[in-house]
């Protein structure tokens, strides 16, 4: 039928054109799902410290970062879960007041000493390749419009989900009963099954992936971002309430929280905020608890437990855990990244199906 030859020609310049994004996507995803484990392993040096009685709190670390940026977007602690002999890791949001660059910052300090040890731009491979990674993983590096084409191109796999879909049709259901064998004939035979069985199993976690991307990268749709990407940040206004306090008081009003996530406001609209999961839950539900404070006079603003949350509130928070697959062991990992390579395996293989049809093509007008 006319519309299907019409979905095939879809499908497969959808392709083409998003074949080699997707697998730069799918590879710097892949890293992404072993982020703590590789900075382990990476930075096992300068990451471990020597333990002391006497180690210094968030406030001084928090006067040490802002006295060396004075005009910060905010600073976040992401590693709050550190074992004593590590460094805390601090993830400053910068602005350059330009809309090519995407600008996060990485900050390690010794928490024994106050010794600054890492610091600098995360598109700065040398400051830390993982944050380079994870910037270029949302932005490719380009800022606003590349987090706005990579969330593009999370709309432009999901096309071609449906329309790979609709046009594979009649194998959906062989594949998934396991009828359809690979057959090893030669190299055509095989890119062409391996395009069906691959896509059809890959399908689910493929859309789950690619909508939670661009769900998050909405934000680079909005104008209002776009404009003040491009207004400087004002100079800092530091917190008046103490840092160390609040975030005792944050673990006392939620005793079973484990945070994974603090961040320290420098402007004065933003709040102290204490995220994490709770003991013994799932991390897949850990965006929808935290615990807030007002940065200037110390006084608790609202808690939240994702259990407390509205259906569609909910169902957002489970959005990074879902795209970045850190709720779940090494097998969850593991699938993590096989499935984000996929789209990358598909492309290869979608071309060279093309590239077969187009050579035999030439060859009947020849």
């Known amino acids: ?10 499908h497969k310049w959808l392709g083409l054109f998003t074949g080699i994004f997707l697998l730069l996507l799918g590879l710097s995803g892949a890293i ?40 910060l977007d905010g600073i976040a602690w992401i590693n709050p879960e550190r074992a004593a002999n590590q460094a805390y890791i601090f993830r400053i949001y910068l602005n350059d007041t330009q809309l090519s660059t995407y600008d996060l910052g990485l900050v390690s300090i010794n928490p ?60 959906l259901w062989q594949v998934l009963f396991f009828k359809v064998k690979i057959k090893t004939k030669n190299w055509r035979t095989i890119s062409s099954d391996l395009h069906r069985v691959v896509g059809v199993w890959a399908m689910f976690f493929n859309v789950i992936i690619f909508f939670t991307g661009f769900w998050m990268n909405l934000f680079a749709f909005k104008a209002e971002t776009w404009h003040n990407e491009q207004i400087p940040t004002p100079p800092n206004t530091l917190v008046k309430a103490s840092l160390d ?18 961040y320290l406001p420098t402007q004065p609209e933003k709040k102290f905020t204490v995220r994490g999961n709770l003991q013994g839950q799932n991390p897949l539900f850990a965006g ?12 608790l603003l609202a808690l939240q437990r994702f259990s407390d949350m509205p259906l569609a509130e909910k169902t957002e928070a489970l959005f990074y855990p879902l795209h970045a697959g850190n709720y779940g062991g090494w097998f969850i990992k593991i699938l993590y990244v096989i499935i984000g390579l996929t789209p990358g395996l598909l492309a290869i293989t979608g071309f060279l199906l093309w590239w077969r049809k187009r050579k035999y093509a030439k060859k009947q007008i020849d």
């Open 1 to 10: 039928m006319k519309i299907y030859r019409q979905l095939y020609s879809l």
């Open 32 to 71: 992404l799902v072993f982020k703590e484990e590789l900075a382990t392993w990476s930075y096992a040096e300068s990451n471990t410290v020597k333990v002391s009685p006497n180690a210094i709190g968030l406030d001084e670390m928090y006067q040490k970062i802002t006295q060396q940026y004075p005009n």
């Open 112 to 171: 024994y000493t106050g010794n600054i040890i890492r610091s600098g731009r995360s598109d700065n491979w040398r400051v830390d390749w993982l944050e380079w990674c994870f910037q270029f993983h949302f932005s490719f590096h380009q800022g606003m419009p590349g987090a706005a084409f990579a969330a593009s191109m999370g709309i432009l796999m999901l096309l071609s989900i449906l329309t790979g879909a609709l046009v594979y049709r009649k194998f």
């Open 245 to 262: 306090q609040m975030y005792h008081k944050a673990l006392a009003q939620m005793p079973d929280l484990e945070p994974h996530y603090v």
């Open 288 to 299: 929808g608890n935290w615990v807030r404070f007002d940065a200037q006079t110390g006084q």
